[in-house]
């Protein structure tokens, strides 16, 4: 190994933290709010104006912005908690069954789960959408795994990659005969539920977005951003992902015909804060101590130092993303030369965020891809696998006989490390590195 190639340690995903963060989360710790308040806030009417403009840059501390962009976002701890509180407005119960691509993570389908629901599973396609290769859901086995007790479809956006929502809306619209929405049970909750079934009229789309804020999809002829496309939306800021407020996560949705937003944001804000009809900052009013719980419900809510830290990485994420970019050339150029097959995070319809890159080398099994990851590891340089799929895992049966394009999708993948601290010698170095495995081991 030459100088140039001295062992390097590259790790999979640190996450991208400036002194702009530090600062900001510094000035929170001394404001004397530290939970739910004016940053959480802040940071919702950004996202929605992101969401909407595809600009991190609109000052949302105007009368006209709090007006416009205020109740359309919901932050919370976790994209978990933001899909099972999604699938809870929709009223998802014990009796329902929802749909989930057998390629995802855990999340997707725990928090179907949790409302009490059966998980469907559907395979993906043969190698991955035609174009992007990414492993997006059989829209054909979709349509047929739609049901009578079908409430919702989950897609997932994986690695940032927007799925085909053009051809989902088309399939549960098709299937709309088979839907029959919830009547009211006379709670607060099971009222709105019963409202959105009605108003949505067939089998929700909400889509899992935990890896794909920014990204976006050209979606009945115009180019949407995630989160302005599916019925509901759930974003991750995870520690790992693009966009991190260390945990955490957020909700969004399309306004409804006949309900008013600001009843489905108060409904997150119920039920991401035990069903208390007032948070802190209301209660801190002068006599305003007195408050209702409504539903013994959950514990979900982002915290101003969490949002604080959102804060700084929105005013910094089209640069973030655009370094994304500029890395994922060398990949591909990469990829190219040794015949690896890849993601593609760019079409002519579709721009990706970026967030992971996944490879797929040919005529190896599972145990010469694990050859390479350790090989990796020895040369510095961490790797990963997104994802086994779920029906291999104890949890949801360790059974994959029928999802064989999910399992052949994984058994020769892995996932390269990619982040916005790796410097240009890094991404060299990982090429290096990977060019010299694979020969040793294909
Ligand atoms: C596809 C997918 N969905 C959901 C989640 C859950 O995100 P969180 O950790 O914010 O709950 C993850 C986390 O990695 C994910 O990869």
Request: charged share 25%; with cysteine.
């Amino acid at each position: 190994m030459d100088q140039e190639n001295a062992k390097r340690i590259i790790s999979f995903s640190p996450p991208d933290i400036s002194e702009l963060e530090i600062a900001e989360v510094a000035e929170t710790l001394r404001s004397g709010w530290i939970t739910t308040g004016p940053r959480t806030k802040l940071l919702e009417r950004r996202l929605a104006a992101y969401i909407e403009t595809g600009k991190t840059d609109v000052d949302c501390t105007t009368k006209e912005a709090i007006d416009k962009y205020s109740q359309k976002v919901v932050c919370l701890n976790s994209a978990t908690a933001a899909e099972e509180l999604n699938l809870r407005i929709l009223g998802v119960k014990e009796g329902d069954e929802v749909i989930v691509p057998a390629y995802t993570y855990t999340a997707t389908a725990s928090a179907a789960i949790h409302c009490g629901a059966t998980v469907k599973f559907v395979d993906i396609q043969k190698d991955g959408d035609s174009v992007t290769h990414c492993p997006e859901m059989d829209y054909d086995a979709l349509e047929k795994a739609i049901g009578p007790k079908t409430k919702a479809v989950i897609p997932v956006d994986l690695g940032g990659i927007v799925c085909d929502y053009d051809r989902i809306f088309e399939i549960v619209e098709r299937k709309k005969d088979l839907f029959t929405p919830i009547e009211s049970d006379g709670t607060p909750l099971g009222d709105l539920s019963s409202r959105v079934q009605k108003a949505i009229g067939r089998v929700a789309v909400m889509a899992d977005c935990a890896h794909s804020l920014g990204a976006s999809r050209d979606f009945r002829g115009e180019r949407k951003y995630c989160g302005a496309i599916a019925d509901f939306t759930s974003f991750s800021f995870h520690a790992v992902k693009n966009f991190t407020t260390a945990e955490g996560g957020a909700s969004t949705w399309l306004p409804l015909p006949g309900i008013d937003n600001a009843e489905i944001y108060k409904m997150f804000q119920l039920l991401s804060l035990h069903g208390q009809n007032k948070d802190a900052l209301a209660k801190t009013k002068i006599g305003a101590w007195e408050y209702d719980i409504i539903g013994p419900w959950y514990k979900c809510n982002m915290t101003d130092i969490m949002a604080a830290i959102g804060l700084r990485q929105l005013d910094r994420y089209l640069g973030l993303l655009e370094r994304r970019a500029e890395m994922m050339k060398k990949y591909d150029a990469l990829c190219a030369e040794l015949g690896i097959s890849h993601m593609v995070h760019h079409t002519e319809h579709m721009d990706s965020s970026n967030h992971l890159y996944l490879i797929r080398v040919p005529g190896i099994g599972e145990i010469e891809r694990n050859l390479i990851i350790e090989k990796m590891a020895e040369h510095g340089v961490a790797t990963n696998v997104h994802y086994k799929p779920l029906p291999m895992m104890t949890a949801y049966g360790k059974d994959c006989s029928e999802y064989t394009n999910a399992y052949d999708y994984y058994h020769n993948l892995i996932t390269l490390p990619f982040h916005t601290l790796l410097s240009d010698e890094d991404v060299e170095y990982v090429c290096d590195m990977l060019k010299e495995v694979v020969k040793q081991i294909v």
